[in-house]
């Protein structure tokens, strides 16, 4: 059974910068496309950050040139940097994987969670003004 745990979120202040992973383990195919979602309260869930078997990347609008996802060579972690946090980015990430391909469809796959199979627990972000 595929196992998604996050880690490295935090409280920290406007401006600042956190880096989020999450472990993969438990699999029997590799979790080629990876993606970060934000869940703020009295919000519905959003895709932040997605990352594809090819590399192709796609980011919310509302983070763009802050945040930065990457995957590494085996597949089994998934990072993201976030800079310059503001308040708005403050909720639970949760980490989501799949094992299909997307090659180059980044961004359909960021609206669409349903086709994450696979979910982390969440961490918690909390930024402060």
């Known amino acids: 059974q595929v196992r998604l745990v996050e880690s490295g979120g935090g409280s920290v202040q406007a401006g600042g910068s956190l880096t989020l992973s999450c472990a993969v383990s438990?699999?029997?195919?590799?979790?080629?496309?990876m993606a970060w979602f934000l869940h703020a309260p009295g919000k519905a869930r959003e895709g932040v950050a997605v990352?594809?078997?090819?590399?192709?990347?796609d980011y919310a609008d509302s983070v763009k040139g802050r945040f930065t996802i990457s995957k590494d060579n085996a597949w089994n972690i998934l990072s993201l940097q976030m800079n310059n946090l503001k308040y708005e980015d403050s909720g639970m990430y949760y980490c989501?994987?799949?094992?299909?391909?997307?090659?180059?469809?980044?961004?359909?796959?960021?609206?669409?969670?349903?086709?994450?199979?696979?979910w982390g627990q969440g961490t918690q972000v909390t930024v402060s003004e």
């Open positions: 990352i594809t078997s090819d590399g192709t990347t």
């Open positions: 989501a994987a799949t094992p299909n391909l997307w090659p180059g469809l980044a961004t359909p796959l960021l609206s669409n969670p349903k086709e994450f199979e696979n």
């Open positions: 438990g699999y029997t195919r590799i979790m080629y496309s």
